[in-house]
Each structure stands twice: as structure tokens, then as C-alpha cells.
């Protein structure tokens, strides 16, 4: 009888530890998925299909050259419901969204803990003539190469899913610029049990000639009494946007 119970106790023993690492398992690993989202959007006017080369465009002090992407400066003022492919990353601490549609802008993170938005995000979508074809939107993350506010910015981009072995998954987007022909991607993962989004830009120039670039993600932040900007101490100098203006710092 007390061979029974032990065995008993035994088994019972062996099947809550069973248990609890299925569990486990199945709670670190991280969620990749597709979902549509229905968003009001001012639909942008045709495109100029016929190529522009350089025309004295300014765009924040970059010469605006565009060829061979049509000119996107005709902005709609009709507002209609527009449903968006959306692509999801998320574990226990982070839900994020990534928008194809828009050059696979990071279009949302929000910490699931508390339902904080770490980025702003619109819940209009209403271009605006500042992107380097013309129409570009802001919010969330803007994944800038290589030149300026990206010639896609507000073109579909290529996006892959991955589900990686350590239980983390990674969202990949880009494509290969035209105008520069300069090849580029970035991966969003998130990884099981971290409350943090991992990045990884890789650029690589797919022609026979030497080109600069840009890279930088232009980060979408709500302004509002609790913000506030903090500047290094050092910090003797500072430059506009459009990098030949400069004041002195404090």
C-alpha cells in the first residue's frame, strides 16, 4: 500500500511538472501573424506615371530627385475607410504592428502591461507634401534609406514572416531603391519574456558605382505636458533640418 501511494505521488509528480513546462513553452513563444485593420484615410490623388527627372525641388534642403518613381504631390481631400494588411509581432509583454502598405512602417507598439502606445500613432491617415516623391504621413517608426524621408515611404514594400528557433519571430521589410539602386531591409523581432523591440538594418549598394546613404528611423513621439527633451550638457551647438542653419546651445 505504501508502494502505491509513492508511485502514485510519483506519477502525480511527473505529470504537474509535464504540465508546467508545456505551459511554459507555450507562453515563450512569440506570435507572428496577419491581421486587417480599417483605417479613415484622405486617398491621395493619381500619381504622375510619367518620370520626373530633377526639376529644382527642394525637399528639406535635398535635392528632390525621383526618377524613376512617379511624383506623388496630388493629395485627396476625400475621407473614406480604407482596410490595411496589417503584420503582428507579440509575446506576453509587447503587441506590435507593422504597416506594409506605408514602406512597412513599425506602425504600433504597445505595451500590453499598462496599454501605453510607446509611439504616436495617427488614427487619420492624411499625407502631406515633405516625403522625397511627395505624400509621406508620420506616426509610429519611419525607416528612412537610403536617401532622406525614403522614396517608399508610401509604397508597398516586401515583407517576410519568421518564426526563429530561439522562439523569438522577426518581421523583415525593404526593397532595392531605384533611384540609387541601393538594397535595403530591417528586421523588428521580439523575443519571448523581453519587453523590447530588436532591430537589424542591413544596406548593401547592388551597383558597380561608390554610393553614400542615409539611414536613420524617424521616430514618431506624443508631445504632451509630461514630455520633455533632455540635451547633453556638453552640447555647445545646434543644427536645423535642413543642416546649414546653427544656433548655439543653451
Given at each position: 500500500m505504501k508502494a502505491n501511494k509513492s508511485l502514485d505521488y510519483k506519477i502525480a509528480i511527473s505529470t504537474f511538472a509535464l504540465i508546467v513546462f508545456f505551459n511554459i513553452d507555450l507562453f515563450a513563444q512569440v506570435k507572428v501573424y496577419e491581421e486587417k485593420e480599417i483605417i479613415p484615410t484622405y486617398k491621395r490623388g493619381k500619381d504622375e506615371t510619367s518620370p520626373m527627372f530633377y526639376t529644382g525641388r527642394s525637399v528639406q534642403g535635398a535635392s528632390g530627385k525621383i526618377y524613376p518613381y512617379p511624383s506623388q504631390a496630388y493629395l485627396g481631400s476625400e475621407l473614406v475607410d480604407v482596410?490595411?494588411?496589417?503584420?503582428?509581432?507579440?509575446?506576453?509583454?509587447?503587441?506590435?504592428?507593422?504597416?506594409?502598405?506605408?514602406?512597412?512602417?513599425?506602425?504600433?507598439?504597445?505595451?500590453?502591461?499598462?496599454?501605453?502606445?510607446?509611439?504616436?500613432?495617427?488614427?487619420?491617415?492624411?499625407?502631406?507634401?515633405?516625403?522625397?516623391?511627395?505624400?509621406?504621413?508620420?506616426?509610429?517608426?519611419?525607416?528612412?534609406?537610403?536617401?532622406?524621408?525614403?522614396?517608399?515611404?508610401?509604397?508597398?514594400?516586401?515583407?517576410?514572416?519568421?518564426?526563429?528557433?530561439?522562439?523569438?519571430?522577426?518581421?523583415?521589410?525593404g526593397e532595392t531603391e531605384k533611384t540609387m539602386d541601393m538594397r535595403g531591409v530591417v528586421g523588428m523581432t521580439i523575443h519571448p519574456g523581453k519587453s523590447y523591440i530588436d532591430v537589424d538594418y542591413k544596406i548593401s549598394n547592388t551597383s558597380t558605382q561608390t554610393q553614400t546613404f542615409l539611414f536613420w528611423a524617424n521616430v514618431a513621439v506624443t508631445a504632451n505636458e509630461d514630455f520633455r527633451t533632455f540635451w547633453p550638457p556638453s552640447q555647445e551647438i545646434g543644427v536645423f533640418h535642413n543642416n546649414n542653419s546653427f544656433i548655439k546651445w543653451p
Amino acid at each position: 500500500m505504501k508502494a502505491n501511494k509513492s508511485l502514485d505521488y510519483k506519477i502525480a509528480i511527473s505529470t504537474f511538472a509535464l504540465i508546467v513546462f508545456f505551459n511554459i513553452d507555450l507562453f515563450a513563444q512569440v506570435k507572428v501573424y496577419e491581421e486587417k485593420e480599417i483605417i479613415p484615410t484622405y486617398k491621395r490623388g493619381k500619381d504622375e506615371t510619367s518620370p520626373m527627372f530633377y526639376t529644382g525641388r527642394s525637399v528639406q534642403g535635398a535635392s528632390g530627385k525621383i526618377y524613376p518613381y512617379p511624383s506623388q504631390a496630388y493629395l485627396g481631400s476625400e475621407l473614406v475607410d480604407v482596410t490595411y494588411n496589417m503584420v503582428v509581432l507579440e509575446n506576453e509583454y509587447l503587441r506590435v504592428k507593422v504597416l506594409p502598405a506605408f514602406g512597412g512602417r513599425l506602425f504600433s507598439a504597445i505595451d500590453k502591461t499598462n496599454g501605453h502606445e510607446l509611439f504616436h500613432t495617427n488614427s487619420v491617415i492624411k499625407p502631406d507634401l515633405i516625403g522625397t516623391l511627395g505624400a509621406w504621413v508620420s506616426g509610429g517608426i519611419e525607416w528612412c534609406f537610403p536617401h532622406h524621408h525614403r522614396t517608399s515611404t508610401m509604397l508597398p514594400s516586401d515583407y517576410r514572416m519568421v518564426e526563429n528557433p530561439d522562439g523569438s519571430a522577426t518581421i523583415w521589410i525593404g526593397e532595392t531603391e531605384k533611384t540609387m539602386d541601393m538594397r535595403g531591409v530591417v528586421g523588428m523581432t521580439i523575443h519571448p519574456g523581453k519587453s523590447y523591440i530588436d532591430v537589424d538594418y542591413k544596406i548593401s549598394n547592388t551597383s558597380t558605382q561608390t554610393q553614400t546613404f542615409l539611414f536613420w528611423a524617424n521616430v514618431a513621439v506624443t508631445a504632451n505636458e509630461d514630455f520633455r527633451t533632455f540635451w547633453p550638457p556638453s552640447q555647445e551647438i545646434g543644427v536645423f533640418h535642413n543642416n546649414n542653419s546653427f544656433i548655439k546651445w543653451p
